[in-house]
């Protein structure tokens, strides 16, 4: 089974995670840009994070053979605090870089006028670079936050089939298959969709344009979450060939819509900018 994890937050995760999501057949990763927790209180802590998410983490999957990209952006959340919207006007030289393949996460968090305005203006960012966007649903009151986003994205130039609409559910999958987006799944423990609950709705949609994702972070996640799904889907009668759809076919071709998508096993590197994972004596 190979797996390509198409939303996942490895700056928060250990090298044992990395260890452990190649023995279980994950070889690429997209990590996007997200809120860390706490409030950042300048836009230098963007970049600095946005320089690591390009530099530091390919290095650090490479040395388990997993390819890593990323996706870039001024999160729905931070978008709210204007110490960071200054960010906006230096993505442009961030959207350029090889390894990014879309801009996100962007959407919605509290559904605020500050977050319209950062959504319309990072999806017209999507279009002046050729990219996808991956587009955050909020977590409260999902039905009425996906219509206000598909409001937006009908406003803005980028077609529907650059976008994939995340953290969708039950209650939101109708409307947004409706829409001819893609279909993302974040599968996490407790707070949203898990193995048994996204085979139902796979039963009942089918697998087409359907991204499935573990969104591990510093919270109460799994990074091997993507494996747990292939294998519901395999023990509910799915195809081997349904599988691979959904856990790498699927995300390649949406990813593979910014013409920057490298899927070849990475070279592991010694140093990275001088620096080096081991520690201590080999």
Known sequence: MRIFDPHIHMTSRTTDD??????AGVRAVVEPAFWLGQPRTSPASFFD?????????????AQYG?????????NPKEANDPRCTPVLEALPRYLVKDS?????EIG???MTPAEDTALAAQLQLAVDHGLPAVVHTPHRDKAAGLRRTLDVLRESALPPGHVVLDHLNETTVGEATDSG???GFSLYPDTKMDPGRMVRVLRLHGTDRVLVNSAADWGRSDPLTTRRVGE???AAGFSEDDVDQVLWRNPATFYGLSGRLDLSTPLPGTLHEGNSIL???A
């Open 18 to 23: 990395y260890e452990a999501m190649y023995a």
């Open 66 to 74: 997993i390819a890593h990209h990323c996706t870039l952006a001024l």
């Open 232 to 234: 519901a889907m395999l």
């Open 49 to 61: 994070y946005f320089d690591s998410l390009l530099g530091w983490e390919p290095f650090r999957a």
């Open 108 to 110: 919605y968090d509290a």
């Open 100 to 104: 990014v393949v879309a801009v996100g």
């Open 181 to 183: 987006c893609w279909l």
């Open 279 to 281: 520690r201590g004596e």
